[in-house]
């Protein structure tokens, strides 16, 4: 594909990057007259489109597609992503509008803790071209330039964080001023490899009602990303606010949260019928307060909407059992990746953050890979890892794109930012293509990210010590632990060298596992002679006749399931496991680093009952605790809400936080019992392990073949077992030699 180098053009005044404005162009006779009955007549079109920014696309006034936040955000210096759409010959005509909408967005509006404006540029900016195809094979083009005009629209300010403010009274104006061209973007403009952002769906309100202050509140009854969508009538120049809100403390929404992100809409009516919708922002939310409103809470029911986002992903995976509470907690999972799939895999979608950590994903690729088809997601978010860690001498950002090299005061902060790798954090670049394999068994995507893979393996092999184990530089290590104080998340009770030497080991091992499918013989040599390094070192310091010298469920989780232990130490060590899980009365006592492999550990050494016993849990902390107190995404922390109904005292607090939603993926796998026995899922290992609380799980995958299901039903201790399967799979079952199903339906009846 031949490469695309548009004119950049912006207002020629540029005084305030935060207003949205216009900028159009007119098609003329000149391209659609004559010139096309010469060439036999027009049959067809493509647009291309992108901004330094967030820009809309009108043809005529109509949208030219369905998207919005494009081109979304990505690494700018290095990689700005363009939008292509065809359109059909009777959508064009002579002396049609093409106008692009141009608002701040990534690029020139807020980003990060520290209130920076900016950070990319102040002048937000936008290119087009429109390709006239005519039948003789000819074509003409309509491009920016400097003869395109611009004026103000509707909208006065917009920002990601702080929300957008719309004035109806702004109609067209008396006279469209100038546009220059700027300087056109450093780094590769590239076509999406990622799905756009869309509109997903909108939700009613279910409740309307005044708050013990008189404030009139909403709840949609579901914690949600996007906007709200206001049909209203009333005095020209009156003002309606909407400020949003995860949950309610005192009765009253709970904006503590949100740290400094104002998430506040602000719409001025023009005294006519206005429709508004807020594009240029978005926030993370369940409740609104309204200001302004003076019809009736019913009328307001009828006038507000929900509008969902998120980027466009086929949902594959689905999971359902005999426990509601269960069912609720994997919904919770499948919202909070939605409202963090927003082109870039976020944190959180609400305060001033949304940022995409690497470490989040590490640990929630998996589960991700099963629940949608995120293959080209992930992908377009990785070539951004891949661009950024090749300025940092393979260092991996904690945030990709990395805005805190950008960011003035981030350098100051160990936790933005640290010159030499971090385990979990890093290692997903290596942990994320590897579940990308894993679930496509596609090596071609595993080839165009092995890049990343081997950067930071390099980056950790150059600063192991003697003993081969990885404690240098800043480390997460098993971020909040749940007994870690509220205001240092970081209090873990394993220590950051056994949790970084672990993921290392794990991270080589998988690098010699890709370099072994990708034909690169060498490379898997060096990788595995890195892994037993790191290995050796590991037993040295941490292994003691069959026991860790550090007694912490994390510790024990990341042994057994990295592989760090011989085959007889296993059983003594998921002993000790499951002890340290029974005498905390199956309450969580893992963060980040073992949560996402602690019933894994547990089920690997036939502990399932513990397993079940920790995933059934509803005293806090537990997965289903937040669900009890009426949670419908996934919390930051397992306290995010005390039992009291109060928000955690801890500055960082998030009721949209994906990450600790990475047990679903073992739900998936040992609950449901649907695996990838080879990548690709060319042959599926079907071993669901039924425990304690469950009666029933039904489990479905859809794979590019057809659908994988999985169902089982326990009646008189037996286990019915029904498999539809579109490849080759094999049972499991304890006690039973493995059994072999071609693809078809298959009924079974297992002995507990």
């Given at each position: 594909m031949p490469?695309?180098?548009?004119?950049f053009i912006?207002?020629d005044?540029?005084s305030?990057?935060?207003?949205?404005?216009?900028?159009?162009?007119?098609?003329g006779d000149?391209?659609?007259?004559?010139?096309?009955?010469?060439?036999?007549?027009?049959?067809g079109?493509?647009?291309?489109w992108?901004?330094?920014?967030?820009?809309?696309?009108?043809l005529d006034?109509?949208?030219?597609d369905?998207?919005?936040?494009?081109?979304?955000?990505s690494s700018y210096?290095?990689?700005?992503?363009?939008?292509?759409?065809?359109?059909?010959?009777?959508?064009?005509?002579?002396g049609?509008?093409?106008?692009?909408?141009?608002?701040?967005?990534?690029?020139?509006?807020r980003?990060?803790?520290?209130e920076?404006?900016?950070?990319?540029?102040?002048?937000?900016a936008?290119a087009?071209e429109?390709t006239?195809e005519y039948?003789d094979?000819k074509?003409?083009?309509?491009?920016?330039?400097?003869?395109w005009q611009?004026a103000?629209?509707?909208?006065?300010?917009a920002?990601?964080y702080?929300?957008?403010v719309?004035d109806?009274?702004?109609?067209?104006?008396?006279?469209w001023g100038?546009?220059e061209?700027?300087?056109?973007?450093?780094?590769?403009l590239?076509?999406?490899v990622g799905?756009?952002i869309?509109?997903q769906?909108?939700i009613?309100?279910?409740?309307?009602?005044?708050?013990?202050?008189?404030?009139l509140l909403?709840d949609?009854?579901?914690?949600?990303?996007?906007?709200?969508?206001?049909?209203?009538c009333?005095?020209?120049g009156a003002?309606?606010?909407?400020?949003?809100?995860?949950?309610l403390?005192?009765?009253e929404?709970g904006v503590?949260?949100?740290?400094?992100?104002?998430?506040t809409d602000?719409?001025?009516l023009s005294?006519?019928?206005?429709?508004f919708?807020?594009?240029?922002t978005f926030?993370?939310?369940r409740?609104?307060?309204?200001?302004g409103w003076t019809?009736?809470m019913?009328?307001?029911?009828?006038?507000?909407r929900?509008?969902v986002?998120g980027?466009t992903?086929r949902r594959?995976?689905?999971f359902t059992?005999?426990?509601?509470?269960l069912?609720?907690f994997h919904?919770?999972?499948?919202w909070g990746?939605?409202g963090n799939?927003?082109?870039v895999?976020t944190?959180c979608?609400?305060?001033?953050?949304r940022l995409?950590?690497?470490?989040d994903l590490a640990?929630f690729?998996?589960?991700?890979?099963?629940l949608?088809?995120?293959?080209?997601?992930?992908?377009?978010?990785?070539l951004?890892?891949?661009a950024?860690?090749?300025?940092?001498d393979?260092v991996?950002?904690?945030?990709v794109p990395?805005?805190?090299?950008?960011?003035p005061?981030?350098?100051?902060?160990?936790?933005?930012?640290?010159?030499?790798p971090?385990?979990v954090w890093?290692?997903?670049?290596v942990w994320?293509?590897?579940a990308l394999?894993?679930?496509d068994?596609?090596?071609?995507?595993l080839?165009?990210?092995?890049r990343?893979m081997a950067l930071?393996?390099?980056a950790?092999?150059?600063v192991?010590?003697?003993?081969?184990?990885?404690?240098r530089?800043?480390?997460?290590?098993?971020?909040?632990d749940p007994?870690?104080?509220?205001?240092?998340?970081?209090?873990s009770?394993t220590?950051?060298?056994?949790?970084?030497?672990?993921?290392?080991?794990?991270?080589?091992?998988?690098?010699?596992?890709a370099?072994?499918?990708?034909?690169r013989?060498?490379?898997s040599e060096?990788w595995r002679?890195l892994?037993?390094?790191?290995?050796?070192g590991?037993r040295?310091?941490?292994?003691?006749?069959?026991?860790l010298?550090v007694?912490?469920?994390?510790?024990?989780?990341?042994?057994?399931v990295?592989?760090?232990?011989?085959?007889?130490e296993?059983?003594?060590a998921?002993?000790?496991?499951?002890?340290?899980?029974?005498s905390?009365?199956?309450?969580?006592?893992t963060g980040?680093?073992g949560?996402?492999f602690?019933?894994d550990?547990?089920s690997?050494?036939?502990?399932?009952e513990?397993?079940?016993?920790?995933l059934l849990q509803t005293?806090?902390p537990?997965?289903?605790?937040p669900?009890?107190m009426?949670?419908?995404?996934?919390?930051?922390?397992?306290d995010s809400?005390?039992?009291?109904?109060?928000?955690?005292?801890?500055?960082?607090?998030?009721f949209?936080h994906y990450a600790?939603?990475?047990?679903a993926?073992?739900?998936h796998?040992?609950?449901?019992?649907i695996?990838?026995l080879?990548?690709g899922?060319?042959?599926?290992l079907v071993?669901p392990r039924?425990?304690?609380?469950?009666?029933?799980?039904?489990?479905?995958l859809?794979?590019?073949?057809?659908?994988v299901?999985?169902?089982?039903?326990?009646?008189d201790?037996?286990?019915?077992l029904?498999?539809?399967?579109?490849?080759p799979?094999?049972?499991r079952?304890?006690?039973?030699v493995?059994r072999?199903?071609p693809?078809?339906?298959h009924?079974?009846?297992?002995?507990?």
């Amino acid at each position: 594909m031949p490469s695309w180098t548009p004119m950049f053009i912006a207002p020629d005044d540029h005084s305030d990057p935060a207003r949205v404005v216009r900028i159009r162009t007119t098609i003329g006779d000149d391209v659609l007259g004559e010139p096309a009955d010469a060439h036999g007549g027009i049959v067809g079109a493509t647009l291309r489109w992108t901004a330094l920014g967030i820009v809309e696309v009108r043809l005529d006034g109509r949208p030219i597609d369905e998207s919005v936040l494009t081109p979304g955000w990505s690494s700018y210096q290095w990689r700005l992503r363009y939008a292509e759409q065809r359109i059909e010959p009777e959508r064009l005509r002579a002396g049609g509008t093409l106008e692009l909408t141009l608002g701040a967005g990534w690029y020139a509006g807020r980003l990060g803790f520290y209130e920076s404006r900016a950070l990319y540029g102040d002048r937000p900016a936008a290119a087009a071209e429109l390709t006239i195809e005519y039948a003789d094979g000819k074509s003409s083009h309509v491009f920016t330039d400097e003869t395109w005009q611009w004026a103000p629209s509707s909208t006065t300010s917009a920002d990601l964080y702080d929300g957008q403010v719309i004035d109806a009274r702004i109609g067209e104006p008396e006279a469209w001023g100038a546009v220059e061209a700027v300087p056109s973007p450093a780094g590769a403009l590239e076509p999406y490899v990622g799905p756009p952002i869309t509109r997903q769906e909108q939700i009613l309100p279910q409740h309307v009602w005044r708050s013990p202050s008189g404030r009139l509140l909403v709840d949609f009854g579901q914690n949600l990303v996007g906007w709200l969508r206001l049909s209203v009538c009333g005095r020209a120049g009156a003002e309606i606010s909407m400020r949003h809100a995860e949950v309610l403390e005192a009765d009253e929404i709970g904006v503590r949260p949100l740290r400094t992100a104002l998430a506040t809409d602000r719409f001025i009516l023009s005294g006519g019928h206005d429709v508004f919708e807020p594009t240029f922002t978005f926030h993370g939310f369940r409740y609104a307060e309204i200001t302004g409103w003076t019809g009736s809470m019913e009328d307001l029911r009828h006038a507000l909407r929900a509008v969902v986002i998120g980027s466009t992903m086929r949902r594959t995976g689905r999971f359902t059992s005999s426990n509601p509470l269960l069912n609720r907690f994997h919904e919770n999972v499948v919202w909070g990746m939605r409202g963090n799939f927003v082109d870039v895999p976020t944190d959180c979608p609400q305060r001033d953050e949304r940022l995409g950590w690497t470490g989040d994903l590490a640990v929630f690729a998996p589960t991700a890979t099963f629940l949608f088809d995120v293959q080209d997601f992930l992908t377009d978010w990785m070539l951004d890892l891949i661009a950024e860690t090749e300025q940092t001498d393979g260092v991996v950002p904690f945030v990709v794109p990395n805005m805190f090299a950008l960011e003035p005061g981030a350098a100051d902060n160990p936790v933005l930012g640290s010159p030499l790798p971090t385990a979990v954090w890093g290692d997903a670049a290596v942990w994320v293509p590897w579940a990308l394999y894993q679930h496509d068994g596609d090596t071609a995507r595993l080839a165009r990210l092995y890049r990343a893979m081997a950067l930071h393996g390099d980056a950790v092999a150059r600063v192991l010590d003697e003993d081969g184990l990885w404690d240098r530089g800043f480390q997460f290590g098993d971020w909040l632990d749940p007994t870690a104080p509220p205001k240092d998340p970081g209090a873990s009770r394993t220590p950051t060298g056994l949790v970084a030497s672990a993921s290392g080991y794990r991270s080589f091992d998988l690098l010699a596992q890709a370099a072994t499918a990708l034909g690169r013989t060498s490379d898997s040599e060096r990788w595995r002679e890195l892994a037993s390094r790191v290995r050796s070192g590991f037993r040295t310091h941490f292994v003691e006749e069959s026991r860790l010298t550090v007694e912490t469920e994390t510790a024990y989780s990341l042994a057994i399931v990295f592989g760090l232990l011989d085959a007889e130490e296993l059983a003594p060590a998921g002993e000790r496991l499951a002890q340290l899980v029974r005498s905390n009365g199956h309450r969580i006592n893992t963060g980040f680093a073992g949560t996402a492999f602690v019933t894994d550990a547990l089920s690997a050494t036939d502990h399932i009952e513990d397993a079940y016993g920790l995933l059934l849990q509803t005293q806090c902390p537990s997965w289903l605790y937040p669900v009890t107190m009426g949670a419908t995404t996934v919390w930051e922390r397992w306290d995010s809400m005390l039992v009291d109904g109060s928000i955690n005292p801890g500055e960082m607090t998030s009721f949209n936080h994906y990450a600790l939603g990475s047990v679903a993926d073992w739900m998936h796998r040992v609950v449901g019992g649907i695996a990838p026995l080879e990548p690709g899922y060319r042959r599926i290992l079907v071993a669901p392990r039924p425990g304690p609380g469950l009666d029933w799980c039904n489990t479905t995958l859809e794979l590019p073949s057809g659908r994988v299901k999985v169902r089982w039903r326990v009646v008189d201790g037996v286990v019915a077992l029904t498999v539809d399967t579109v490849a080759p799979a094999v049972v499991r079952w304890p006690g039973m030699v493995d059994r072999e199903l071609p693809p078809g339906h298959h009924e079974l009846t297992l002995s507990r």
